[in-house]
């Protein structure tokens, strides 16, 4: 790994800082070591790649991931990424070309890919990138993330490349560390998605974007005899697209499906907390008040007979309803008041 890199990690537990330690450097990089946190944890750096998974703190469902990966990392699974864009007749080239492009990269963007595995996207990404760009290669799995490297050491691209293994849900970065966050292939397999879209969201700057993708027939295609030949073929294909897990800051959300209609691509823009609203926005009806008494001054309902007493009495003094109540609830609730000497 660079040695610059390590300002750029954190102690994905606590979020803190980092230094090495027991450091052995080749060609000015770190090729073993580890990396500190403040408290005390250590991450071994192995083969120039720090490993931040502490297996005891993998959910089982990561450490079976892990292991079907680590299992398939050495030419099974490109051999099944081939088969699978020859089944489904679509260039893998152009498809993935065309995922690249919703990012929007600029030559200088600092860039994550998370479940990078063996790099069919990174190699895309990273020419996207000039000198002053910075591609960091993720993945859950020690052997992926071997092969991703060396496909990346053949391609001879110009950015900066850093790589880690980490958990996609505990990401080894500072909140905004990134311009733009790219997934493929394995979301629908982090087990709690709801906080794998966050982390991912989290890592991002406000106004950068973030692309996630993975197995799920479109809604369209559900229940079809199309539907069940896949999903027998690859039970994966049976999950639901995933809109519902995003984080409220997700701002001009797309949704697309690919590769036969079986992967969804869901792209969206980070912004600052759920859209803006003006709470005291006056509305124009007869029922009048603002968004905020209408949830925030909700009260008892009444007597079907009160309502429509509320209703008759609003329009005769030709008020809305809500100044009408809120006259009347204020005037009966300070009464006692008033008539205190
Ligand atoms: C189907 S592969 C996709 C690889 C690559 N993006 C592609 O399109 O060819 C899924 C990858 O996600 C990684 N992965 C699965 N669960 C993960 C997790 N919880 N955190 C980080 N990576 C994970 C796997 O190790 C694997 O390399």
């Given at each position: ?12 537990r ?16 770190i ?10 944890q ?16 993998l959910?089982?469902h ?5 292991t ?9 699974y ?22 690249v492009?919703?990012?929007c ?8 890919e ?18 002053e760009?910075?591609l ?7 052997a ?8 990346m050491?053949?391609?001879g ?8 293994v ?17 997934h493929?292939?394995g ?26 993708g ?7 295609l ?21 809109l ?43 029922r ?36 009408w109540?809120?006259?009347?609830v ?5 009464a ?6």
């Amino acid at each position: 790994m660079r040695p610059e890199a390590v300002s750029l990690l954190r102690c994905p537990r606590t979020g803190g800082h980092l230094r090495v330690t027991d450091r052995v450097v080749a060609e000015g990089r770190i090729v073993s070591g580890a990396l500190v946190s403040e408290s005390g944890q250590s991450y071994p750096i192995r083969n120039g790649i720090p490993d931040f998974t502490d297996s005891t703190a993998l959910t089982d469902h990561e450490r079976q991931t892990r292991t079907e990966y680590e299992r398939v990392a050495e030419g099974i699974y490109d051999t099944a990424v081939d088969w699978q864009f020859a089944a489904f007749q679509e260039d893998e080239h152009t498809v993935r070309e065309a995922m690249v492009d919703l990012l929007c990269l600029t030559p200088s963007a600092r860039v994550l890919e998370v479940g990078s595995g063996t790099g069919r996207d990174s190699v895309r990404l990273a020419r996207r990138l000039g000198a002053e760009g910075l591609l960091h290669l993720q993945d859950l799995s020690p052997a992926m993330a071997a092969v991703c490297a060396r496909r990346m050491a053949r391609e001879g691209v110009s950015c900066t490349l850093d790589y880690s293994v980490s958990s996609a849900l505990e990401l080894p970065f500072p909140d905004e560390a990134f311009d733009a966050v790219f997934h493929f292939g394995g979301f629908n397999q982090f087990g709690d998605l709801r906080r794998g879209a966050a982390e991912l969201t989290r890592v991002v700057r406000r106004g950068g974007r973030v692309l996630i993708g993975d197995e799920a027939v479109a809604p369209w295609l559900k229940g079809s005899e199309f539907d069940h030949v896949v999903t027998t073929n690859n039970p994966l294909f049976s999950a639901d697209t995933p809109l519902d897990v995003l984080p409220a800051c997700a701002r001009d959300v797309t949704c697309r499906w690919i590769i036969g209609n079986c992967f969804y691509v869901i792209v969206f823009d980070r912004g600052d907390g759920p859209p803006p609203l003006d709470l005291d926005l006056p509305h124009q009806g007869w029922r009048g008040g603002t968004m905020r008494s209408r949830y925030y001054g909700r009260l008892e309902g009444v007597t079907v007979d009160a309502k429509a007493l509320a209703h008759e009495a609003a329009a005769r003094e030709g008020l809305s309803v809500h100044a009408w109540l809120d006259r009347v609830v204020r005037d009966a609730a300070t009464a006692g008041d008033r008539s205190k000497p």
